[in-house]
């Protein structure tokens, strides 16, 4: 029945997504051009906290929860396990007082609108899988940038999204790179649960009646201990609070 009814929603939440995603194309622009990066910045996330409402047109809706006591003003690495590219619009909306950057293909830098533009000024790294020296440049200027500016970034360290919701090993190398710039940031863990059930079908039809839960867990501090350690023990939390 969910799956049934998806096919006379989907539509409607996909138009409007698009819709969403062209009418901030020119209002990114002038908000950068005008406002510089604050402008910027602010209309990112507005366009996010539109872009997760869409869903609420499938009966689906996002809860974020956050217990933990998050400093402001100290620079933060978010490790979530990957689910979705719906993961990534409530997560901008909900992380928007820590200047959470992401890291990205450097496909995504064109011909996709509002995405395009914020990838190419909004100061996350994008990057070139297939080029290891252009990718290691990106995540130290990334890094640079978050000390420089007390800014954040959100990290998947499966690498990719998992289709069925069962995490892969997380890898630590690029937040190794970013710890070498900014090495007091603090590392934070985010459970991702359940937006994979939208997409169960693909993008058509979208799923119905799907509560994602997105949660910040507790954070971990460096304390100048090897990176791979700190990664599994986010990883460790992650996949308890998940039952895998």
């Known amino acids: 029945m969910k799956k049934l009814l998806g096919y006379f929603l989907s539509p409607i939440t996909i138009v409007l997504f698009f819709l969403v995603l062209c009418i901030f194309q020119p209002i990114q622009w002038l908000c950068y051009k005008l406002g510089g990066y604050h402008a910027h910045k602010r209309s990112v996330d ?17 809860t974020f929860i956050n217990k933990q006591n998050l400093p402001e003003g100290r620079s933060i690495i978010f490790l979530a396990n990957h689910q979705s590219l719906l ?32 990838l190419k000024v909004g100061g996350g790294a994008n990057i070139d899988r297939k080029d290891q020296r252009q990718s290691i440049t990106e995540l130290m200027k990334l890094g640079q940038r978050m000390k420089d500016n007390t800014w954040s970034t959100v990290i998947f360290p499966e690498g990719t999204r998992s289709a069925d919701g069962t995490m892969r090993k997380f890898q630590s190398a690029g937040i190794a790179t970013i710890l070498k710039k900014c090495p007091n940031a603090l590392l934070v863990p985010i459970v991702i649960n359940n937006s994979w059930q939208i997409v169960r079908y693909g993008v058509y039809p979208l799923n119905t009646f799907t509560n994602v839960t997105i949660e910040v867990l507790k954070p971990i501090e460096p304390n100048g201990q090897p990176v791979d350690e700190l990664v599994t023990l986010a990883e460790t939390q992650i996949k308890t609070y998940l039952g895998q």
């Open 46 to 62: 507005i366009l996010n906290f539109c872009l997760t409402s869409t869903i609420y047109f499938l009966f689906d809706s996002v």
């Open 87 to 118: 993961d990534i619009p409530p997560l901008i909306w909900h992380l928007r007082k820590y200047h959470a950057k992401f890291i990205s293909k450097i496909e995504l830098t064109k011909n996709i609108p509002s995405i395009s533009y914020n």
